[in-house]
Nanobody
Framework: QVQLVESGGGPVQAGGSLRLSCAAS????????MGWFRQAPGKEREFVAR????????HYADSVKGRFSISRDNAKNTAYLQMNGLKLEDTAVYYC???????????????????WGQGTQVTVSS
């Protein structure tokens, strides 16, 4: 079992920044890749970024490339999503997810993840 708790969301003006955190507990954090996804009202959950267990392999959705940065601190059992240059269309509930079934570099597919956090709301206004 893995428990994931996101934090760091909130209201922000367009062009601003936020850093989301995802605190993990349960299984050895350094053994599995992590992903960030988001879901806007009326839309399907979409991939944002992922990071391999050791942090050496990272992949971003085209919509956030160059603006968002994913990282992890395995000593603190925490993954992060630094979001800069926020746009109105970044408004969504953001979820972190753990892929514990394998030690690969993660996946862009939400059904490839085994555990999910409760989500944190990010609201970007003009």
């Amino acid at each position: 079992q893995v428990q994931l708790v996101e934090s760091g969301g909130g209201p922000v003006q367009a062009g601003g920044s936020l850093r989301l955190s995802c605190a993990a507990s349960g299984r050895t954090f350094s053994n599995y890749p992590m992903g960030w996804f988001r879901q806007a009202p009326g839309k399907e959950r979409e991939f944002v970024a992922r990071i391999s267990s050791g942090g050496g392999i990272i992949h971003y959705a085209d919509s956030v490339k160059g603006r968002f940065s994913i990282s992890r601190d395995n000593a603190k059992n925490t993954a992060y999503l630094q979001m800069n240059g926020l746009k109105l269309e970044d408004t969504a509930v953001y979820y972190c997810a753990a892929r514990t079934r394998t030690r690969d570099s993660g996946s862009d597919r939400s059904d490839a993840y085994d555990y999910w956090g409760q989500g944190t709301q990010v609201t970007v206004s003009s």
